[in-house]
DNA sequence: GTTAGCACTCTACTTTGATGAGTGCTAACA
DNA sequence: TGTTAGCACTCATCAAAGTAGAGTGCTAAC
């Protein structure tokens, strides 16, 4: 069976209706509208071929039809029109970045936060990742007899934080020297890169201070590979009680547990940071928790490197054009901004 | 009228019974239970009475009784006795904490997560303050022309990370120069000790580079006053749906509302930093939107020194009795762990 | 002071019936 | 051959009515 022009047409009418209303579309309700000037009969058979092609579904005998997963796929990638924002919304989202920034942390809660309020659905932030970034500096600071903290700094402006046991023997002065030394070695260099040069440069030190070195490359080492949980930054946490999907107290509970967990959603996060712009929907994701949900994801960069990415969750049934029109422009935002306060015109040029 | 011994002994009676069901307390079911040998009957007449001073509350003339919060309090303050955790419930709380520690962050991840999962409520913990911190280091890293990052690492091993704008012109050398200057003079100091030494010790540096100590000064004095939201890490917001009160969709989603913005929560556990212990029955609660809770907290301290809080957030009816021991236990093992990686035997002793 | 008995209250649950939105099918129409 | 009107049928939703059960307050007797 061919999906002619017409069938296209009541397609996307049922899925914009149903994405506004939530409730079934009947054939009455589609006939009676605007533009339509086909009787309910026809558009029920119409409907009785949508269905059979799997664009359509009813949820019991005498309801109106729902769109698919496949539906959805359909309208995002062939129907929908994209909807600009207004240049009040626009402005709105540039004023919430607007604000005196102390930290890149700041950068990431905000903007959880304005994508969910914009959208009304959960947001959900990757901070920056450290794997492309170049170090700037390294600072050891001695903090009791055996416990040296180490601040690993990059030129993008990420500061990560390790605790490492040592040896008693270290003295401050002498971790001031390493510092320095390991600063200047280290600068311009990739964390990965870094771990090498250590093992290369500082055979003489790693001799005598064997243990506390370990620690040091372990402390790069982890700092590449982020700990899932705490790189995700959630907001809007309680529009969960939007969606009739989750209406069911149980259900809501085991989708806020997983939410809770950050595994998962690092894991997507962290894939789609790959991707300029995606979309799931429903099935299409690969983790059962979320098969009932669609996900849109987009990334932030500097310097034209993807260094994370942030998105939105929620029922299949949301708004894709204006998600994506907003996951766009706070993308384009949060661009400006970064390059703006960091390392664009950094003075290794 | 007296509340003598019968009196507590049933009211007592009704408020375990409602901790453990959640069901309003009818006379016949107290009659039934073990060590109760008078009838229904006499029962209701204390029950009256005690409607009548207060202490109980009847949702509807045929429902059974359900304490007040002037019950909760009188049961708190003398009836309830605390439980000790088993042996096995302790070693769990301190097999969670034993895992490798990276990061001070993850310790207070790590209690939230603990408390929530002990208790079944939700748990918040306000991170360590800096206010009473004394200075490590400071260390100023030149990020490009106009952008330099502030870390202030204190000798409790806290890093906080400020970004301030400068005029060009200071290059990188001149603020390793001044780390170390600064470092040198401040080390030892609090926070706002900090802020007037700069102001007397730095008067030559400060002509020439105004703008530069100005923002600097600034960044010390946003450290003390924490951005309420940051510090706050939530635990377990899930059980939320545990509570029939926040059955009502739209209860629970003003609610989540309130948890989220964080704001009220830094006030109550700012507070409660004050005080080793202590709990907040309904509308006992300073804020309207908790009247309907009971807030549960204890601190934390370093040196013997309270340096943040952590607490739960549940419904009025909760156990009290285990709540306050999975607190008193958390704290034990936490100023355990803190003590044990951060400066009790620090080189300035 | 304690208890048994009884009438009364109120919630929660089940049953029943009515309503209406929507469908599929058939036959007639252009 | 595509479109439409008509009709019987399905099913969720809602309101009304009835039932069961837990619990109370009061009174009178022990």
New binding site residues.
């Given amino acids: 069976m061919e999906l002619d022009e017409r069938k296209q047409k009541i397609l996307k009418a049922i899925i914009d209706d149903y994405i506004l209303t939530g409730i079934?579309?009947?054939?009455?309700?589609l006939s009676k509208k605007e533009g339509f000037?086909?009787?309910?009969?026809?558009i029920?058979?119409v409907?009785?071929d949508l269905?059979e092609m799997g664009y359509l579904e009813?949820p019991?005998?005498?309801?109106?039809?729902i769109p698919s997963d496949l539906a959805y796929r359909l309208y995002v990638d062939k129907l929908m029109r994209l909807s600009t924002l207004s240049p009040k919304e626009v402005v709105a989202i540039n004023d919430i970045f607007d604000t005196k920034i102390l930290e890149i942390n700041d950068v990431i809660e905000k903007t959880a936060d304005i994508i969910s309020k914009a959208t009304n659905h959960i947001s959900v932030v990757l901070a920056p990742q450290m794997k492309q970034s170049t170090l700037k500096r390294i600072q050891l600071v001695k903090l009791n007899d055996t416990k040296v903290l180490v601040l690993i700094i990059t030129s993008t402006g990420l500061v990560k934080e390790k605790l490492i046991t040592v040896a008693s023997g270290l003295d401050a002065s002498y971790l001031d020297m390493l510092s320095n030394m390991l600063t200047e070695k280290l600068a311009e260099k990739t964390l990965d890169e870094a771990e090498q040069a250590i093992e290369q440069d500082f055979k003489a030190e790693m001799l005598t201070h064997e243990r506390f070195f370990k620690s040091l490359i372990y402390s790069l080492h982890d700092t590449v590979e982020p700990q899932s949980g705490k790189d995700i930054v959630l907001g809007g946490a309680k529009n969960i009680f939007n969606y009739p999907e989750y209406r069911d107290v149980d259900k809501a509970k085991g989708f806020l547990e997983v939410l809770e967990t950050k595994e998962l959603l690092f894991q997507m996060l962290d894939q789609a940071s790959k991707l300029e712009f995606s979309i799931s929907i429903g099935h299409e994701n690969p983790y059962d928790e979320m098969k009932q949900c669609s996900v849109v994801t987009a990334t932030y960069s500097i310097d034209g490197k993807n260094i994370g990415s942030f998105g939105v969750i929620g029922p299949t049934r949301m708004n894709y054009a204006r998600v994506v029109s907003v996951l766009d422009q706070v993308g384009k935002s949060l661009n400006t901004i970064l390059s703006g306060f960091i390392d664009e015109k950094s003075d290794k040029d």
């Fill in positions: 079934p579309v009947g054939s009455r309700t000037d086909i009787s309910s009969a026809t029920r058979n409907m009785a269905e009813q019991h005998t005498s309801a109106g039809r």
